[in-house]
């Protein structure tokens, strides 16, 4: 079994190290920040309150001072011969990574270690 686990740490060090290698290769789209013909919008951005009166803790966390949250307004996102590449990771046609609606964040990308997936798709004739 240990055979087993130190064979599996192996392959998971080549796929990270891989995947930093081929990170700064991506050109990532933030969907939230840009005007897409393609992208319809559900519902708008709102304001709203949190209540942390109830809320007790002998921590002193940052976010404990926001009161006044905005949220992000929902939408989604047609993407014309798309292909799924890996947990929420999809290429379009025009080899543009958009990440999936709940996170946006290349942090996020870098951390499922699947940009060398990525590229690899990219670098394949359709």
């Known amino acids: 079994m240990l055979e087993v686990l130190k064979k599996l740490k192996g392959v998971l ?3 990270k190290r891989l995947s930093d290698i081929c990170s700064d290769k991506l050109q990532v789209i933030d969907d939230r920040a840009v005007t897409l013909d393609n992208k319809l919008i559900l519902e708008p951005s709102a304001q709203f309150n ?15 001072s926001f009161i006044d949250f905005k949220s ?3 939408f989604i996102v047609s993407i014309e011969n ?9 290429v379009d046609a025009r080899n543009f990574v958009h990440l999936e609606s709940t996170i946006f964040q290349r942090e996020y990308l870098n951390a499922l270690y699947s940009n060398h997936l990525i590229l690899g798709k990219i ?4």
């Open 13 to 15: 060090a080549v796929n």
């Open 50 to 64: 949190v209540n942390l009166s109830n809320y007790k803790t002998e921590l002193s966390a940052y976010w404990q």
């Open 72 to 74: 992000e307004p929902k």
């Open 82 to 90: 798309g292909t799924v590449v890996s947990k929420g990771i999809v």
């Open 123 to 126: 670098l394949l004739p359709n």
